[in-house]
């Protein structure tokens, strides 16, 4: 104990002031100070440290406790990992049950996937024949609505020459009468 505390004038005050008060009941503090001072001692109050006897007997009980406890743990373990191992095995067949329906899940979806892409292909080629046929009827229209402005324009225009020639005739007769 000297070694964890070293000894000065305010220690042995402390000491004495501790031993001095009433009678309590002990703090836990206490009890393992009292449990260290008496694991230390045997019950003759010599040092465990002194005798050489005492700290070998405690260390063949404390190895023969170990033994047995390592003994037991053996025999649990090897129960355990064969019944760890047997669970393992089941448990890897449940996932590979698992995987193999996921896969085949998988394959489904994607044979889907691809009928639904290659309707959507069709949908939009046709939707792009469509819309370049909507294109072309539009500027079909365009240019059968500009040929129809420009034949009214050219029956105007037949129109006026007609009457252009008519006046021009009316003129040429009315010059050769007032010529004759």
């Given at each position: ?54 700290r070998a007997s405690s260390y063949t009980r404390r190895e023969t406790r170990l033994a047995a406890l390592s003994r037991q743990d053996q025999d649990s ?67 059968v609505s500009n040929m129809e402005d420009e034949l009214k324009v050219l029956t105007e225009l037949k129109s006026d020459n007609q009457r252009l020639k ?15």
């Amino acid at each position: 104990m000297s070694s964890y505390y070293p000894r000065t004038k305010d220690l042995t005050r402390t000491r004495k002031s501790v031993t001095e008060s009433p009678p309590s009941s002990p703090s836990p503090t206490d009890k393992n100070y009292r449990h260290d001072r008496l694991s230390r001692y045997d019950s003759s109050g010599e040092s465990a440290t002194d005798k050489p006897l005492g700290r070998a007997s405690s260390y063949t009980r404390r190895e023969t406790r170990l033994a047995a406890l390592s003994r037991q743990d053996q025999d649990s373990t090897t129960k355990d990992y064969k019944k760890m191992y047997a669970e393992a095995l089941h448990e890897n067949e449940k996932l590979k049950s698992r995987l193999h329906d996921s896969k085949h899940e998988l394959v489904k979806i994607r044979s889907q996937l691809d009928k639904v892409t290659q309707r959507h292909d069709r949908i939009s080629e046709r939707s792009t024949v469509l819309e370049s046929e909507k294109r072309e009827k539009q500027a079909l229209e365009k240019r059968v609505s500009n040929m129809e402005d420009e034949l009214k324009v050219l029956t105007e225009l037949k129109s006026d020459n007609q009457r252009l020639k008519d006046e021009n005739g009316a003129l040429i007769r009315v010059i050769s009468k007032l010529s004759k």
